[in-house]
């Protein structure tokens, strides 16, 4: 059994499911834009690096790629609830359609407050894509358009989920057991 920190870890989602569901995702979000030119795809690093990678590969048009990165977890295992950005974007998106993408949906903070700011940037269209979602966290009322797991109320790692860093890499995802 893999160990990470001292705590081992147990296989939530295998390595060829997540390629099927990426995949299965794309096909979806393709046929929910215009496409009349590349859309903008938004991932915020560090977490959705692995994930926008594979996605925007599993598209058969054209994309923009953007990255933010914003913070509210730090090295500890629970969101610290204040979300701050780390980096903007560097291209205007006013006018284009847009895909926000992250790696998870949990409280609804980071990506309520993402999508809100992108909005004030006026954009065309505006949607959300997911990695995974954890609907028991939610504390405010926010759904993404796009989902690519629904996951258990556990700490996760794997596929670009990290505890401190660690476990980024994993091409599985493990829950972090206690």
């Known amino acids: 059994m893999k160990e990470i920190r001292g705590k081992k870890l147990k296989l939530l989602l295998k390595e060829e499911d997540i390629k099927r569901r ?6 979806e979000i393709e046929s929910s834009y215009s496409w009349e030119e590349p859309i903008v795809v938004v991932g915020l690093l560090k977490g959705a ?5 594979d996605l925007v590969r599993a598209f058969d048009r054209f994309v923009f790629v953007e990255f933010m990165q914003v913070s509210s977890y730090g090295k500890g295992m629970k969101s610290s609830g204040t979300i701050k950005i780390v980096k903007d974007l560097d291209m205007d998106i006013e ?10 949906l949990d409280t609804g903070l980071t990506m309520k407050e993402i999508h809100d700011y992108l909005l004030m940037k006026k954009p065309k269209v505006l949607k959300t894509c997911v990695f995974l979602d954890k609907k028991e966290r ?12 629904e996951v258990p109320d556990k700490f996760l790692v794997g596929y670009g989920l990290d505890w401190g ?7 599985e995802v493990y829950m972090v057991e206690d």
Do not use: H, M, Q, T
Request: aromatic residues 16%; charged residues 30%.
């Open 95 to 104: 006018g284009k359609e847009v895909l926000l993408v992250d790696d998870i």
């Open 138 to 149: 939610r504390k405010v009322d926010f759904n993404a358009d796009f989902v690519g797991f």
């Open 49 to 53: 690096f692995i994930f926008l990678a």
């Open 165 to 171: 860093e660690y476990g980024r890499n994993l091409p």
């Open 22 to 27: 990426v995949k299965e995702l794309a096909k």
